[in-house]
Every structure is written in structure tokens, then in C-alpha cells.
């Protein structure tokens, strides 16, 4: 099993910055593809971003693309969703997941998911 805990989320103005952090435990692989997904209240889950194992394949949802940046750490076990420029449609709770396949933008690849961090964002 796979354990992801999100942080950092929080209120922020639009135009504002936050770092996201998704931290792993127990069977972690650094050849595990990592993706955030976002979903706003009667909404959807929907991708955002995702990277590969090694953190060479990156992949951004045309709306967030130029603003999120997703990085990982794979000695500290830990994934990151830098997001900048934020705007009022941001405004979601945030779920990291892995997948034990390859770097996939489809919720159902995923294997293992976190709880979830709020991120408001306001006008």
C-alpha cells in the first residue's frame, strides 16, 4: 500500500501563489507516475498535472498550463504542484494520487490517493 498526504493549500488572493506538497509513505517507487486532480463542489474530479517516475514527462491541463508546476522529490518521497497566477476557478480541493503504470491524465489509472487540501482562491 501507498499512503498520500496533500498540505498546503489554504486561501489565497487571486493573482497569488501556493505550493502544494504531496508526501508518500510505505510501498513507494520512484518509477510511480504522479498526478494531481482537482474538484470543485458538484463538479467533476479533473486533471490538472502529471510527471513520470523520473520526473522527465511532465503533462499540464490546457488551463493550467504557463501557471502550475509540477515537480517531485524522489529521495524525500514527495511530489509538488507550484501554482502561480491563481485564479477564482482554481478554487477546488486538490487530490495527489500515483500510479503504479505510466504517466496518465485518466483518474481510473490512478492506484492511490490522498485525502485531499482545500485551495480558495478569491476575487
Known amino acids: 500500500q501507498v499512503q498520500l498526504v496533500e498540505s498546503g493549500g489554504g486561501l489565497v488572493q487571486a493573482g497569488g501563489s501556493l505550493r502544494l506538497s504531496c508526501a508518500a509513505s510505505?510501498?513507494?517507487?520512484?518509477?510511480?507516475?504522479m498526478g494531481w486532480f482537482r474538484q470543485a463542489p458538484g463538479k467533476e474530479r479533473e486533471f490538472v498535472a502529471a510527471?513520470?517516475?523520473?520526473?522527465?514527462?511532465?503533462y499540464y491541463a490546457g488551463s493550467v498550463k504557463g501557471r502550475f508546476t509540477i515537480s517531485r522529490d524522489n529521495a524525500n518521497n514527495t511530489v509538488y504542484l507550484q501554482m502561480n497566477s491563481l485564479k477564482p476557478e482554481d478554487t477546488a480541493v486538490y487530490y495527489c494520487a500515483a500510479n503504479s503504470g505510466t504517466v496518465s491524465l485518466r483518474r481510473y489509472e490512478y492506484s492511490y490517493w490522498g485525502q485531499g487540501t482545500q485551495v480558495t482562491v478569491s476575487s
Open positions: 510527471t513520470s517516475g523520473n520526473g522527465g514527462v511532465t
Open positions: 510505505g510501498r513507494t517507487s520512484s518509477s510511480y507516475a
